[in-house]
């Protein structure tokens, strides 16, 4: 008897072999930009070091690291990713492409335990584990990629009731964070910035696959360049993306990068899955029990992140350092403030 799922006389190693090739395609885009992507973290750091034993470092306010070639080959690095990653939307489905970002922090981490001789502690290295496992749950059971022969496809589907009503849903909810949440609270909630930037970013990745399928098209021969759909999804990408960029540059400059990394990356990819879902519906194709198995090899990877930056300040059989807890600011000024980790705190006492 054939697995749920799988139909009669099929077995799961035939089922797994029918993977589409655009879905090949887009995992081997997504694994490449992960990669880019996360040496290209540790590249950076190493040309910033090099070039502020030098010079003024960054931090201080100098620039001395333009004339490092190491950190432009990092930037390089991550500009070949985030192609890579764009392109990956193109050929499969967000639900495959978007929790594969994890894998990025993986690499960072991996290599910054080998080449910057960062403590990875125990838990990290579970955190690592964790995402991998997640990753080839959601691999092997991610939907195939629709047949889409033209942008004006994607337009009827960008355009039909149920998405339009997610995307007013998400300009209302982050119209009114910006203009009510953002000026009471966003220098003491993280969750005020990083709001925007995740209701925002899931229309991002919609209007970045659209626009990554025409390009495709038009490669392949069938010009989409002349329909304006094609022109108002690279508008759309561009305003999501500068707003996007935007707020979650403020989150970082505000908050300190532990705390805001593991929940930027579980509101964006959870908002981007269910984006994709109602636009392209993804889970149409597929029965309640690949589903599901997604969803836990999802709940995987959150596991898995969460770990990882939780104890990546870590030392075996030691406590997680202050710059876990603090605000980005808090070390600096020398201060110990007290509180939870999603509030930037307003009282500090000396310790």
């Known amino acids: ?191 005020a910035y990083l709001g925007v930037c995740s209701l925002v970013g899931s229309l991002s990745v919609m209007a970045v696959k659209a626009l990554g399928i025409a390009l495709k098209l038009t490669f392949s021969g069938m010009n989409q360049l002349i329909y304006p759909q094609t022109w108002a999804f690279t508008i759309m990408v561009a305003i999501c993306v500068v707003t996007q960029m935007n707020y979650l540059n403020k989150a970082l400059d505000t908050f300190n990068t532990a705390v805001v990394s593991p929940i930027y990356y579980v509101m964006f990819t959870s908002l981007t899955i269910l984006a994709s879902v109602i636009m392209f519906k993804d889970w149409d194709r597929q029965n309640p029990t690949q589903i599901v198995t997604e969803m836990c090899g999802f709940v995987t990877i959150l596991s898995g992140t969460f770990l990882l930056h939780r104890t990546k300040d870590m030392v075996d059989g030691g406590t997680t350092s202050l710059s876990m807890r603090l605000p980005k600011h808090a070390d600096e000024d020398g201060l110990t403030p007290e509180g939870i980790p999603l509030k930037r705190q307003e009282s500090l006492r000396s310790p």
Not at 18 to 24: E, L, P, T, V
Not at 97 to 110: F, M
Not at 149 to 165: I, Q, R, Y
């Open 1 to 191: 008897m054939a697995p749920p799922g799988v139909p009669p006389g099929r077995s799961w190693v035939d089922a797994y072999r029918g993977m589409s090739a655009d879905n090949i395609k887009g995992l081997v885009l997504a694994l490449s930009s992960s990669f880019f992507i996360g040496a290209s973290f540790i590249v950076k750091k190493k040309g910033l070091k090099k070039a502020g034993s030098s010079g003024v470092r960054a931090g201080a306010g100098g620039y001395s690291y333009l004339y490092e070639p190491l950190w432009w080959t990092g930037m390089i690095a991550m500009i070949v990713g985030e192609i890579a990653n764009f392109a990956a939307y193109a050929f499969a489905p967000a639900i495959l492409v978007t929790p594969l970002g994890a894998l990025s922090i993986i690499i960072s981490a991996a290599l910054a335990h080998i080449i910057l001789r960062e403590r990875l502690h125990i838990f990290g290295i579970l955190g690592c584990i964790l995402c991998v496992v997640g990753s080839i749950t959601i691999v092997l059971h991610a939907p195939q990629e629709r047949e889409i022969d033209s942008v004006k496809e994607v337009w009827d589907l960008a355009t039909e009731p149920a998405f339009l009503c997610y995307a007013t849903i998400v300009i209302a909810a982050a119209f009114v964070i910006i203009f009510h949440f953002i000026p009471k609270y966003g220098q003491t909630h993280v969750l």
